[in-house]
Structure formats: structure tokens, C-alpha cells
Nanobody
Framework: QVQLEESGGGLVQAGGSLTLSCVAS????????MGWFRQAPGKGREFVAA????????YYAESVKGRFTISRDNAKNTVYLQMNSLKPEDTAVYYC????????????????WGQGTQVTVSS
């Protein structure tokens, strides 16, 4: 069992930055690949970024490539999502989740999920 808790969301103007954190507890955090997803109002949950257990390999959705950076600190059981040049269309609830293999982009292949943190980008 893994428990995940996201933090760092908030209200920011377009062009601004936020850093989300996801702290894991429970089973060995470092053995999992980690992903960030988001869900905008009235839409399904979509993949944002993923990072392999070692932190060496990362993958991004086209919509965030070049603006967002995913990283992890296994010693702190934490994964981060640095978000720069934010746009109103980035407004969503952001979730972190664990996966037991690399590379998976679909929601159904992620096992454990956090409760989410709201990110709102004003124009």
C-alpha cells in the first residue's frame, strides 16, 4: 500500500510558475515509476508527465513539454512537478500516481493515487 499526498497548488496568473509536490508513504517509493495527471472541469483525467524510478528517464505530454519539469527525490519519498509559463488551459486538479512499470500513459495502469491539488491559472 502506498499513500500519496499532493501539495503546492494555488491561484497564479498566466505566465507564472508553481511547483507541485507529492509525498509518498508506505511501501518502497523508489521502486515505482511516478506520474502526474490532471483533470479540468468537465473533462477526463489526462496524462501530464512521468518519471522512472531512477529519475533518469522522464516523459511529457506534448501540451506541457518545454514548460513543465518532473523530478523526484527518493530520499525524501517525493516527486515534484515544476510548472512554468502557465496558461489558463493548465487549470485543473493535479494528481500524482504510482506505476509498476515504465512507460505507461493511461490512467488505468496507475495503481495508487493522491487526492489531488487544485491549480488555477487566471488570464
Amino acid at each position: 500500500q502506498v499513500q500519496l499526498e499532493e501539495s503546492g497548488g494555488g491561484l497564479v496568473q498566466a505566465g507564472g510558475s508553481l511547483t507541485l509536490s507529492c509525498v509518498a508513504s508506505g511501501r518502497t517509493f523508489s521502486s515505482y515509476a511516478m506520474g502526474w495527471f490532471r483533470q479540468a472541469p468537465g473533462k477526463g483525467r489526462e496524462f501530464v508527465a512521468a518519471i522512472r524510478w531512477s529519475g533518469v528517464r522522464t516523459y511529457y505530454a506534448e501540451s506541457v513539454k518545454g514548460r513543465f519539469t518532473i523530478s523526484r527525490d527518493n530520499a525524501k519519498n517525493t516527486v515534484y512537478l515544476q510548472m512554468n509559463s502557465l496558461k489558463p488551459e493548465d487549470t485543473a486538479v493535479y494528481y500524482c500516481a504510482t506505476a509498476q512499470r515504465w512507460l505507461v500513459l493511461t490512467e488505468s495502469e496507475y495503481t495508487y493515487w493522491g487526492q489531488g491539488t487544485q491549480v488555477t491559472v487566471s488570464s
